[in-house]
């Protein structure tokens, strides 16, 4: 019986967020410890088999609505294919992304399943990076209606993206990464509505368009440098740019308590920098450590009140 296997990592934003919904720059990143994983079995049980033990699910590909993120990338992985009659499978997905909490928990798990299917079945037109993008992006669609295309570039690429929403069509950059680089995510315990945090940015703009503006185009700036930054493999200079991030989103009242914090505690256990991510008012931030560093700073991460922490280890990449 042949069994193949596949895995998408998790995502996080790393500069720019709030200040994207305004046209600037962001640059989103992989979370490689958190993955999804997707196995695929050849069966002889009469169809398409589809299984999600964390979810407790367990149902056939025939038997679900269009809006069914799982059976939506095999649909859309099948119809690529121009595949009317699959061979009987069995698919499996597990994930240790958390859910809802702006780590791209959907696109992983749909990258997974699309890469393992197109490796299964021999797809070899379809088993690229390029394409592998393109139908996660369509099972986004499902999810989020008009989703940006950043989730599904950085899980199926596993490399950092340089981002800018604008039309007729957003600006997606992915960044070669010349030297390692170790981030550590801390999650705050404390789960926040990105939608209500994006509405009160924008309530605040409305009030004072000039002083917000000049908030945009700072993160803008350290988006931008933080590209060359990643570019050059400045370390220095990255961690110094996450900070000044976190300031500008102090300013914008999305960072609380609990994230300041996480982000102090960061960069007096010696980080090269550290800045909430997302959202924001709970969920993660993110810190740049030196390898020696990896264990105190975890530590004092923990101190400092996470509930959980995750390594993100970034390899060098042409
Ligand atoms: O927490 P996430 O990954 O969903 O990030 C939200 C990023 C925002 O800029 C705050 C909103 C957005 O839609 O870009």
């Known amino acids: 019986m042949k069994v193949t296997q596949a895995t998408a990592p998790g995502k996080i934003i790393l500069f720019g967020e709030h200040a994207v919904v305004y046209g600037q720059p962001a640059i989103a990143a992989p979370v490689t410890q958190l993955r999804a994983t997707a196995v695929i079995r050849d069966s002889s049980s009469g169809g398409v088999r589809l299984s999600a033990p964390d979810l407790s699910r367990d149902y056939w590909l025939q038997e679900v609505d269009d809006d069914d993120p799982f059976a939506g990338a095999v649909r859309v992985l099948l119809e690529a294919a121009n595949l009317v009659n699959p061979p009987d499978l069995k698919i499996s997905v597990r994930s240790d992304i958390p859910i809802a909490s702006g780590l791209g928990s959907g696109a992983a798990m749909a990258a997974a399943v699309i890469r393992a299917l197109a490796q299964h079945l021999h797809l070899a037109n379809l088993n690229n990076n390029e394409s592998i993008s393109k139908l996660t992006y369509k099972v986004e669609k499902i999810l989020h209606g008009t989703p940006s295309g950043i989730d599904n570039t950085v899980v199926v690429y596993e490399q950092p993206v340089y981002f800018v929403r604008q ?25 926040s509505s990105t939608k209500e945090v994006v509405a009160d940015v924008r309530r605040q703009w409305l009030a004072d368009k000039e002083h917000f503006d000049q908030i945009f185009d700072s993160c803008g700036r ?25 300031k500008l989103l102090v300013q914008m009242s999305v960072s609380s308590e609990e994230l300041d914090r996480l982000v102090l505690a960061a960069n007096e256990a010696g980080a090269l920098g550290a800045k909430m991510s997302g959202g924001g008012r ?23 009140g996470a509930e959980s922490v995750f390594t993100s280890l970034l390899t060098e990449k042409a």
């Not at 709970?282 to 400092?304: C, F, H, P």
Request: proline share 1%; glycine share 6%.
């Open 167 to 191: 039309q007729p069509e957003n600006h997606i950059e992915t960044l070669a990464i010349k030297r390692e680089m170790l981030f550590l995510i801390a999650d705050c315990g404390i789960a």
């Open 222 to 246: 350290i988006a931008k440098a933080a590209k060359e930054a990643i570019r050059a493999g400045d370390e220095k200079q990255l961690g110094q740019l996450m900070n000044d991030n976190h």
């Open 282 to 304: 709970g969920g993660n931030i993110i810190t740049l450590v030196e390898k020696s560093r990896e264990d105190i700073v975890r530590d004092s991460l923990r101190l400092a």
